[in-house]
Every structure is written in C-alpha cells, then in structure tokens.
T-cell receptor, first 113, second 111 residues
Framework: DSGVTQTPKHLITATGQRVTLRCSPRSGDLSVYWYQQSLDQGLQFLIQ???????AKGNILERFSAQQFPDLHSELNLSSLELGDSALYFC????????????FGAGTRLSVL | KNEVEQSPQNLTAQEGEFITINCSYS?????LHWLQQHPGGGIVSLFM???GKKKHGRLIATINIQEKHSSLHITASHPRDSAVYIC?????????????FGTGTSLTVIP
C-alpha cells in the first residue's frame, strides 16, 4: 500500500460529461502529481501541485483542471469529455519536487462511451 | 521526437538470468526515475537517480550524466519481476518538476 488513495477506481461516463477524480496524498507529502496513461500514448505528465500551489504544467488540455486543497488532497476535473479521454489517471505524491521518490495511487480507470 | 528512449521494448528471460534495461535521454536532467508497473496496472517507484549507482535487493540502477544514459539491472531474475519498467526524466530546463516518460520495457520472466 503506497499510502496514496485515489477515488473512484472506475468511472464510466458519456461524451460531453464532466467528472472529478480525487486523490489523497501520503501523510506528510506536500506534492501531488497527476498523470494520464492511455494505450497509444503511454504515461504523460499533466500537472503538479505543491502545498496548494500549481508548480508545473505538462500536456494538460484546457478542458482539464486541477486544484490542491488546504488539507492537501487534490482533485482533477475533466469536462466536455471525449472518447479519447478514456485512460488510466494516476495521482502520485512526494515530499517535494522531482528529486524525491513518488508514491503512486492505484489509479482511476475512466471509460468515456 | 521522444526525449526518452528505452530499449528493448520487449524482453523475455529465463528465471535466474541477468537482465539489463536501457534508457537514453536527450535533455539535461535534474533527476531520473525508474518505475515498475505490474499487469494489474499499479505503479511503484523503484529508484530516483541524479548521479552514480543505487542498489536495492536484486535491482541495480546506474546513470551516466555525461552520456545521458541509465541502466536498470535485475540479477537472478524471477517470474515475479514480470512487469513493465518505465524510465522517467525530469528536465532541468523545466524547473525539474515535469517528467518525460519512456514507452516502457515489457519484461516476462519464464520459470
């Protein structure tokens, strides 16, 4: 058990809908990372938060947004969903930045029908 | 152009064999991570490297910053090592908080 909790585990929805994925980091970790893993693109970095502030942004679509709350949990919001958004979404946490080991949640499998 | 290249893409080994997976990257980095993803999908971070060599049990990871190359070695491989191994780099020019990923090496260890 990594100590990182992601909910829900599975999500099935329709095109055009909006969903929210939730991540609770390991106790004491200030950084939260979000990643997308699709069959054709592999793992991609989406966004990183550190202690409530956005620190780094990757290939995150404008339809996607995230935030980290004062209790350090984070949410990834995906809107106007398209078929191509179907993927595994992982959250990871670490103490600090890229030079710290990351602990991954079990992922949320999103299916857009 | 992919900033991170892994080889081989697929690898099948007999139990007990010594395994090497390679990762080459094209950018200056602040850190390199090796990840393991099991068939069920879960990801575990194996190593973070910024220089030199690290060892954990039967796993050894090395990095050569000048040559922009890292290797992951598995000694005395076991069927439970069957997984996808992914190399990830944090580019220095991007303040070191983003990551580029390799496409992964799928390892199957046969009993």
């Amino acid at each position: 058990d990594s100590g990182v909790t992601q909910t829900p585990k599975h999500l099935i929805t329709a095109t055009g809908q909006r969903v929210t994925l939730r991540c609770s980091p390991r106790s004491g970790d200030l950084s939260v990372y979000w990643y997308q893993q699709s069959l054709d693109q592999g793992l991609q970095f989406l966004i990183q938060y550190y202690n409530g502030e956005e620190r780094a942004k990757g290939n995150i679509l404008e339809r996607f947004s995230a935030q980290q709350f004062p209790d350090l949990h984070s949410e990834l919001n995906l809107s106007s969903l398209e078929l191509g958004d179907s993927a595994l979404y992982f959250c990871a946490s670490s103490v600090g930045g890229a030079e710290n080991i990351q602990y991954f949640g079990a992922g949320t499998r999103l299916s857009v029908l | 152009k992919n900033e991170v290249e892994q080889s081989p893409q697929n690898l099948t080994a007999q139990e007990g064999e010594f395994i090497t997976i390679n990762c080459s990257y094209s950018v200056g980095i602040s850190a390199l991570h090796w990840l393991q993803q099991h068939p069920g999908g879960g990801i575990v971070s194996l190593f973070m490297l910024s220089s030199g060599k690290k060892k954990h049990g039967r796993l050894i990871a090395t990095i050569n910053i000048q040559e922009k190359h890292s290797s992951l070695h598995i000694t005395a491989s076991h069927p439970r090592d069957s997984a996808v191994y992914i190399c990830a780099v944090a580019p220095r020019r991007l303040a070191g908080n983003q990551f580029y990923f390799g496409t992964g090496t799928s390892l199957t260890v046969i009993p």
